[in-house]
C-alpha cells in the first residue's frame, strides 16, 4: 500500500522541528540510504533533449514548442 500526501513545506519543517535528535538522525540515514539529498542540476544540452524526443517520433510541432519553452526556461538562461 502506499499514500501520498502532499505536505506544506511550513508544516514539513514544524513536523520536524518537534523531533529529537535521534529522530532525526533516522530520517537523516533513511533520506541517504535512498539516495535522496541535494544534488546540484546537470542540465544537458538542448538539441540533446530534442534528440532524445525525435528518436521517440514526437510531432515537428511538439518539437519547435519544447525547444522554444527549453530556450526561454530559467533554467537555461
Given at each position: 500500500?502506499?499514500?501520498?500526501?502532499?505536505?506544506?513545506?511550513?508544516?514539513?519543517?514544524?513536523?520536524?522541528?518537534?523531533?529529537?535528535?535521534?529522530?532525526?538522525?533516522?530520517?537523516?540515514?533513511?533520506?541517504?540510504?535512498?539516495?535522496?539529498?541535494?544534488?546540484?542540476?546537470?542540465?544537458?544540452?538542448?538539441?540533446?533533449?530534442?534528440?532524445?524526443?525525435?528518436?521517440?517520433n514526437?510531432?515537428?510541432?511538439?518539437?519547435?514548442?519544447?525547444?522554444?519553452?527549453?530556450?526561454?526556461?530559467?533554467?537555461?538562461?
Open positions: 500500500m502506499q499514500l501520498l500526501v502532499d505536505v506544506d513545506i511550513n508544516n514539513l519543517i514544524n513536523l520536524i522541528s518537534r523531533l529529537n535528535l535521534s529522530q532525526i538522525e533516522k530520517i537523516k540515514t533513511a533520506l541517504i540510504e535512498r539516495d535522496i539529498f541535494f544534488q546540484k542540476f546537470k542540465k544537458d544540452n538542448i538539441e540533446n533533449i530534442i534528440d532524445d524526443f525525435k528518436n521517440e514526437y510531432s515537428e510541432e511538439f518539437l519547435s514548442t519544447l525547444e522554444n519553452g527549453l530556450r526561454q526556461s530559467s533554467i537555461y538562461k
